[in-house]
């Protein structure tokens, strides 16, 4: 018999409904997971920042109690879940893994938590990231590093990797990241999990500490398709206090999970299979799309030109905007502000963010801050915009005649940790195949699709139109439905 931490949201949710389990049973083998694998110093994942304990137990108990009414549940209450640290939670710590935010606790909650508390989920946790989602590796966060469940010599990704790390242990069968440039999927891709990117304005961005506010989106973690389309149709959908979230209705995203995806036209861009695709993630990747043709999908090669010039114009939209959403962190009005008397408040504020924010936000900061400055914004600033411009036309085209692209979601397999850390050019091209999504504003997903010679997953990228995310899980379902990739689990 399964321990109540193996089995998948679904099962967890039906079990619970069914009264063959309690909500608190559930939440109570999840906390016991945690604590067996998690916060060891040297030997645990670490994914965790903050274990809600309290939280979860009550939580539980109210879905319980729902039940023992003869109330109607939602398809997922009792399920828990981990929260990525930058998601606003009332009364418990947010910290964004920044020394600067260190045990602040926000008075309200996100959009995304409201919904998971409605929905009877059970919050088990807030995980570990990149210093404020800034990073590839979760090596950057200034607390300390996560470790990948499938190898805890290796990298979980970043910058969602506390979270992508925590439903690889099994100890939270569904979790939330946010992806700015590949935040979630590239997680996903390292820890063999199913990670959704949802349109930009599918998903409401009010909570979410933000980085790159035209690129940020909020979206699930699970261990198979079906329980990632659950989670994102309880957090999708409008919300009045995000300008740019887009009041459109809800799909039900379950009932697109057909296993049909006979005559849907696939394209496989040229420009995601070059020099760097290591060459096990290539002959993974390209079984699979010989899977979707047998399938009866249609699959053609596409180009993308644009795509050559993602990396760099990404590197100056996001920093500038990171630039401009982090000068509220000055030691005034919250958070991290250093002892000692000072001579003025210009001399308060250079040591609160010379002492609060580690190097890679520090480096960002000032790049954005470049790029944004006076003689140098058209040259720069500018200038990407029009080539995100250039990227987002070359998808319009080709989605004119493809309902989807497969791609690889990133060019190899977990990299060690510390190995690229004194070569931050190869850390940011972990994140080429993911970055033009965010820059177009479309909606991706990853799923494992395959392990190389040292048992480490590999991660296959569908990207479809704007709020195409249902033809997205169709076809990963589909791919899901005669492989068992997704039905493997790391051995801690």
Not at 332 to 352: I, S
Not at 451 to 473: C, H, K, S, V
Request: net charge negative; hydrophobic share 40%.
């Amino acid at each position: 018999m399964s321990e109540l931490y193996e089995l998948t949201a679904s099962e967890i949710a039906t079990s619970i409904a069914s009264g063959t389990v309690s909500a608190r049973e559930v939440a109570d083998a999840h906390l016991r997971r945690i604590e067996a694998t998690d916060p060891d110093e040297a030997t645990g994942v670490r994914a965790y920042i903050t274990v809600t304990a309290d939280v979860a137990r009550a939580a539980a108990d109210r879905v319980d109690e729902a039940r023992r009414r003869g109330e109607t549940l939602s398809l997922l209450a009792g399920v828990p879940v981990a929260l990525k640290d930058n998601l606003c939670t009332e009364g418990v710590p947010t910290t964004c893994a920044s020394k600067i935010l260190a045990q602040w606790k926000p008075p309200y909650d996100a959009a995304v938590v409201e919904k998971l508390n409605a929905a009877g989920l059970v919050p088990v946790g807030k995980t570990n990231l990149d210093e404020f989602a800034m990073g590839s590796s979760t090596e950057n966060s200034g607390l300390f590093v996560t470790r990948n469940p499938w190898n805890r010599t290796k990298v979980p990704g970043g910058s969602s990797g506390g979270s992508a790390a925590a439903v690889a242990s099994l100890s939270a069968p569904l979790s939330l990241g946010s992806d700015t440039g590949g935040s979630i999927r590239q997680p996903a891709s390292y820890c063999g999990l199913v990670g959704i990117k949802p349109t930009y304005g599918r998903v409401s961005r009010y909570g979410l500490v933000a980085f790159g506010s035209s690129l940020d989106q909020i979206g699930p973690f699970a261990r198979n398709v079906t329980d990632a389309a659950l989670l994102l149709s309880v957090i999708a959908g409008g919300d009045g206090r995000d300008s740019t979230c887009v009041p459109l209705p809800v799909p039900d995203y379950r009932a697109a999970l057909t296993g049909d995806i006979a005559g849907l036209r696939i394209g496989v861009p040229r420009e995601y299979f070059g020099a760097g695709l290591d060459s096990q993630v290539r002959a993974s990747v390209m079984a699979a799309i010989g899977i979707l043709r047998g399938l009866g999908a249609v699959v053609d090669e596409v180009s993308l030109p644009s795509t050559d010039y993602a990396l760099a114009a990404y590197y100056i939209v996001a920093p500038a905007e990171a630039s401009s959403n982090l000068a509220r962190y000055d030691g005034v009005r919250f958070g991290f502000r250093p002892e000692g008397k000072f001579a003025g408040h210009e001399e308060m504020f250079l040591a609160t963010r010379s002492q609060g924010f580690g190097a890679e936000v520090k480096q960002r900061i000032m790049v954005g801050t470049y790029a944004l400055s006076a003689g140098y914004y058209d040259a720069y600033y500018a200038k990407a915009q029009k080539v995100r411009t250039l990227i987002a036309r070359d998808f319009e085209r080709v989605f004119a005649d493809f309902d989807a692209i497969v791609t690889p979601t990133v060019p190899t397999t977990a990299f060690g940790i510390g190995e690229k850390s004194d070569d931050p050019l190869a850390m940011k091209l972990s994140d080429i195949c993911t970055i033009p999504a965010n820059m177009a504003g479309i909606p991706a997903l990853s799923q494992c699709c395959g392990f190389d010679a040292n048992g480490l997953p590999i991660g296959l990228q569908l990207m479809g139109p704007a709020f195409g995310e249902e033809t997205l899980l169709k076809i990963a379902h589909a791919y899901e439905s005669v492989t068992d990739w997704h039905t493997r689990k790391a051995q801690l």
